[in-house]
């Protein structure tokens, strides 16, 4: 059997498609722990702001809001160096009906980079979100 010039030249081919494909499938990896913990502050930025429209006072929704926000992320497994949920803030809805009183909510967690891709890899990515909920008319007065 003759072999041509061309041999060994899908080793070489290899060894250097492999970091190339890796790379790729690194970057995919990233993208998608850094969308599904988006997500997760998404989710706790719209549990802050219902706990904050259940509450009866401006004070307890700023508590039941930050309870909320730690839950979330407590409970999904997310490491924020300073998961923080902003004070509360109060508003005004116009509808046809009438107004609503809305709270937002605003939510922001730092995570590592080792944390969304391997450990040791040095630097944060800073997420937020933002959530408002019109407060809940019979939620009670005491």
Do not use: H, N
């Amino acid at each position: 059997m003759k072999r041509g010039p061309d041999s060994g030249s899908v080793a070489i081919e290899a060894a250097i498609l492999a970091p190339v494909l890796l790379t790729f499938v690194l970057i995919a990896v990233v993208a998608g722990r850094i969308q599904t913990t988006g997500g997760v502050v998404d989710a706790a930025a719209r549990s802050g702001a219902r706990a904050a429209s259940l509450a009866r006072s401006a004070d307890g929704a700023q508590q039941a809001a930050a309870e909320a926000v730690q839950e979330v992320f407590k409970d999904r497994g997310v490491r924020c160096a300073d998961a923080a949920a902003s004070p509360v803030e109060f508003g005004t809805l116009e509808t046809p009906t009438g107004p609503l009183r809305t709270v937002t909510v605003k939510v922001s967690c730092t995570v590592s980079l080792d944390y969304l891709l391997v450990a040791g890899t040095p630097g944060t990515k800073t997420m937020t979100s933002t959530f408002t909920s019109v407060v809940d008319r019979y939620r009670g007065t005491g």
